[in-house]
């Protein structure tokens, strides 16, 4: 008969591996962290690093639900400390081996719906993220990295639906700490999410008959509003900024994700949100206002004068972030 400290560190170590194997991984996807406690970065020395190289990534969305069918598997063990330990290597080799099947399902669909968008990454086999940017964004670029300067490192991850009618970037950015551990490398990391609006109809036929020109001229103006949400969150921009939470929608061709967000800034094109997650979501201004009537309405009898004043900020339109 096993103790009862070894019963339940047998239970603490088949929890952890169920929950280690649970999620599949995703490259664009971060939990925020700022462990300084303050704006990591100052404006007069800000310098950013492209993570992953200068080329271009776009991909298509899909529905990335990673349920599968429970496998039926029937454990042993014998009594005693032994079979406890027999029973835990049983569970992770099996959580492993939905890990994995996990991991193979993602990829699988993501090529399948990336064939759908193979005329778009026709014109991105070449393109690079330096020559995406602005001439304002050109000197935050630097390609060597000072030990004594923190860098903020920049994952872009573009993509497009596979009707081809809205793209949108997700870029990853993080401060790495050099005195870090391995549950916590950064000193800052955060998600920030641009949509643009629908594309009519000959914007559409344009970019599917290879005009690349307008591909980077539209990527281009996603990356940009992008880093300029990048600059002002890791440089104090947006620290103090307090509003009422509101419901939003981010617009999707075939469906609309809803959730609650703080409103921290506009530009001409763009409402700019904090989620409660605190990524930093830019929607398309005229689905943003949509919610914003829509959330008003709905608050109106708790705070009327609070949210009249704040549409009349978020109308208000600034060329940056």
């Not at 925020?32 to 404006?43: F, G, Q, R």
């Not at 690093?49 to 598997?73: C, E, H, K, P, W």
């Not at 001439?135 to 670029?141: D, G, I, K, V």
């Not at 050099?178 to 109809?201: C, E, M, R, T």
Request: glycine fraction near 4%; include cysteine; charged fraction near 15%.
């Amino acid at each position: 008969m096993f103790s009862f400290k070894t019963k339940w560190a047998g239970i603490f170590l088949l929890a952890t591996l169920v929950g280690c194997n649970s999620t599949p991984y995703r490259d664009d996807y971060a939990r925020h962290v700022n462990t300084m406690k303050k704006s990591p970065l100052e404006a007069s020395s800000f310098q950013m690093i492209f993570s992953d190289g200068d080329q271009v990534d776009l991909r298509a969305l899909y529905d990335n639900d990673t349920t599968m069918g429970s496998t039926n598997m029937m454990y042993q063990g014998a009594p005693g400390a032994a079979g406890l330990i027999a029973l835990v290597a049983q569970i992770g080799v099996h959580s492993s081996i939905v890990s994995s099947q996990r991991e193979e399902r993602l990829a699988s669909l993501q090529d399948s719906a990336n064939s759908q968008i193979q005329p778009l990454l026709n014109l991105t086999g070449g393109m690079q993220l330096s020559a995406l940017l602005v001439p304002e964004h050109q000197p935050w670029l630097t390609t060597s990295l000072n030990p004594e300067t923190d860098t903020l490192y920049i994952k872009p991850i573009f993509f497009s639906n596979t009707e081809m009618t809205q793209l949108s970037v997700k870029v990853v950015a993080w401060i790495p700490d050099p005195k870090g551990s391995k549950k916590q490398p950064d000193k800052y990391k955060n998600l920030i999410q641009v949509l643009n609006a629908p594309l009519s109809a000959e914007q559409r036929t344009q970019l599917i008959s290879g005009d690349q020109a307008m591909l980077q001229s539209m990527l281009s103006d996603l990356l940009s509003t992008a880093l300029e949400i990048a600059h002002g969150a890791t440089t104090g921009k947006f620290a103090n900024v307090q509003n009422t939470m509101k419901t939003y929608k981010l617009p999707n061709s075939d469906k609309n994700k809803v959730f609650r967000a703080t409103h921290i800034a506009d530009t001409c094109e763009h409402t700019i949100v904090r989620n409660l997650r605190q990524w930093l979501i830019a929607i398309p201004k005229a689905s943003a206002e949509e919610d914003q009537l829509a959330s008003q309405s709905a608050d109106a009898n708790q705070a009327n004068a609070d949210n009249t004043a704040a549409a009349s900020a978020e109308g208000q339109c600034t060329a940056g972030v």
